[in-house]
């Protein structure tokens, strides 16, 4: 995805965090696996408008800086900061270029993150600058698309997603078309899906160890509000997954 469709999506963006897939599923399955956050820094990589960096303060975390490639993000992102202080700062960055940091975090997170990388090396470089931004046995949490993702298998329209492929191939993986489907516009972007090995060989040559993926769960409010039923299309082929590692 460009920076240029992130910079023209802007304040938009939250309102992917309220579509059934991201409200029921994504938010509190990832801030599940990330854990108590109260007396540790974050570092929060593609950060957007700051969702996660803003719930990571209200959480306790002593220091929380977000770093997205898009100034729209992160103007946006700041525009919330100002509205309602938290302390958390924000800047624009490149991941695959991070500039070295003041201090090393104890958690980095990447919400889809590594794959907008636009070869393997990228992704090397990524994972090379989050451990080096890292303190010793520091943890990274990662969102990802889900390797083993069989699009369309079923249709993912009534969690407010859209994927498709492409038909394009790049050397980490299939290329997907993905549509958030919001009211009134819906926003769509292309991404790669890398392959599952493509994620582990960037982090273990990057540093870290301990890889655990981790799957997707619908959350109990999830249940309550639409039923165990509405959901087994998308837990019999979740469209993401997670993925955590140690510095």
């Known amino acids: 995805m460009s920076v240029q469709v992130y910079d ?4 938009a963006f939250e309102g992917f965090k309220a579509l059934p897939l991201a409200r029921y599923g994504e938010v509190p399955s990832f801030l599940g696996m990330v854990g108590d956050v109260r007396g540790r820094s974050v570092l929060d990589l593609a950060s957007g408008t700051g ?5 990571f303060k209200r959480r306790g975390a002593t220091e929380v800086l977000g770093i997205d490639i898009s100034g729209e993000m992160v103007a946006v992102a700041r525009k919330f900061e ?8 924000y800047e624009v960055g490149d991941v695959t270029e991070l500039r070295p940091l003041e201090r090393r975090f104890d958690i980095a997170t990447g ?4 794959h907008y990388s636009v070869d393997i090396a990228a992704m090397e470089r990524m994972c090379r600058n989050v451990h080096r931004s890292l303190v010793p046995g520091g943890e990274f949490f990662v969102l990802a ?7 369309g298998e079923p249709p993912l329209d009534r969690y407010g997603f859209r994927c498709e492929p492409t038909g394009e191939e ?7 078309r993905i549509t958030a489907l919001l009211d009134p516009a819906p926003i769509s972007f292309v991404a790669t899906n890398p392959r599952r090995e493509v994620y ?12 655990t993926w981790v799957p997707l769960e619908v959350s109990e409010a999830g ?18 997954e997670m993925l955590r590692c140690r510095a």
Not at 8 to 11: L, W
Not at 200 to 211: D, I, K, N, P, Q
């Open 111 to 114: 919400v889809q993150l590594l």
């Open 145 to 151: 698309q889900n390797p083993d993702y069989r699009a």
């Open 223 to 240: 249940v309550r509000e639409h039923g165990a039923d509405y959901w087994a299309d998308l837990l019999a082929n979740p469209p993401l």
């Open 170 to 176: 790049s050397e980490a993986g299939p290329r997907y």
């Open 82 to 89: 100002e509205r309602d202080p938290l302390g958390v700062r």
């Open 200 to 211: 582990e060989e960037s982090l273990r040559a990057a540093g870290f160890s301990e890889l």
């Open 8 to 11: 023209e999506i802007g304040e």
């Open 51 to 55: 969702f996660y960096s803003r719930e």
